[in-house]
């Protein structure tokens, strides 16, 4: 993006929160802002590999420091304990932090993605979600496939006592189902991807629709702090989703590069099954997180006594993105 445009954007954001009923303590009340990137953010790599945030906070003498999110658990346990103010998660798992009683708000899409579905070996035997019944999944509790997961079984008319629930990070649930350890896993990209390129693993329950949006977060006390903050990261991310957008091979081997990947896995994540052109969280994201929140209290996930609607309610901020252009 231009430094004019950019300006022009910066300019326009902080406007529109000078209109918002925000207490604001301003930047020279923080020396440090810690954001977290991971591989199922691809706009976080972009900021993080062109130094965007550093740049725009250098005249502030704000430090920037990076910390990698390995899913969506581990950033809602770093936004929870305060050890960053940016993280990025599935939406659905925002949600299930917020009524677990992290105090985030979800401020900004960075993508559509489908990154999530069942998968199995090349040569197993499993074909439908049926098929789990008796069987070991690894999965990381707290994350989109996690959801996604307890979904899948509700729909088959199964629970998690039907299945044996291998707890893994993404990345050790990719590795257990390589070596045999497991008889499926709830798969996550780039890793999905990979386990499909490299070793001929299968996709045997896939529902787009059911993958939650991804969604950057912070802790509602920060938002009420430093919503000129908010306001111009989310410019910067502004920056960093349109240069995406418009270098799609770029943003395949920067993603190869960090993840250790060969950039045909990156091009599969990237080309077939994220899609980066939303920003502003709204009435779209809200109904399909609300879908999924329920569809856990149907399963037992959630307890019949939480209003879901009412902690969704809490959790998005749509005025953060008010300033944004599409």
């Keep these: 993006m231009p430094t004019f445009a950019r300006r022009l954007l910066l300019s326009a954001a902080a406007a529109a929160f000078l209109l918002q009923p925000w207490h604001s303590a301003g930047a020279a009340d923080i ?8 591989f199922y953010n691809p706009v976080s790599l972009v900021l993080k590999n062109q130094g965007l945030i550093e740049e725009e906070f250098a005249k502030d003498d704000i430090e920037v420091r990076w910390v990698q999110s390995h899913g969506s658990n581990k ?6 304990a305060d050890a960053i103010q940016f993280g990025s998660t599935a939406g659905a798992a925002s949600l299930v932090g917020r009524i677990n009683g992290n105090p985030i708000k979800s401020i900004y899409v960075y993508s559509k993605p489908e990154w999530t579905a069942l998968v199995t070996t090349a040569d197993s035997p499993i074909e439908k979600v ?14 989109d496939p996690h959801i996604f997961l307890m979904r899948a079984l509700a729909d088959a008319g199964l629970g998690e006592d039907d299945v044996d629930f291998v707890l893994l ?10 070596r045999g350890d497991v008889d499926a896993w709830a798969g996550l990209d780039p890793m999905m991807a990979s386990a499909e390129l490299e ?6 329950y896939r529902n787009a629709d059911a993958n939650s949006w991804g969604i950057l977060n912070v802790r509602e006390e920060f938002a009420a702090e430093h919503p000129e903050i908010i306001a111009r990261v989310l410019a910067v991310y502004e920056e ?5 957008l418009e270098h799609p091979d770029e943003l395949a081997a920067l993603l190869a590069e960090e993840a250790g990947i060969p950039v ?8 077939e099954r994220t899609e980066l052109t939303h920003n502003r969280i709204g009435a779209e994201q809200r109904a399909t997180i609300l879908e999924a929140g329920l569809a856990l209290q149907q399963a037992g996930v959630i307890e019949e006594s939480v209003d879901v609607e009412a902690v969704l309610d809490e959790l998005i901020e749509p005025s953060f993105g008010e300033a944004l252009a599409d």
């Design 264 to 271: 045909e896995v990156a091009q599969k994540q990237l080309g």
């Design 169 to 178: 990070q993404h990345a050790d649930g990719r590795a257990a189902l390589s």
């Design 31 to 38: 020396d440090e802002l810690v954001v977290d990137w991971a």
């Design 130 to 143: 049926e098929d789990l019944q008796g069987k070991s999944v690894a999965v990381t509790r707290g994350t």
């Design 75 to 80: 950033a809602l346990e770093f936004l929870s």
């Design 199 to 204: 070793e001929g693993a299968r996709l045997f």
């Design 240 to 244: 960093g989703r349109k240069w995406a």
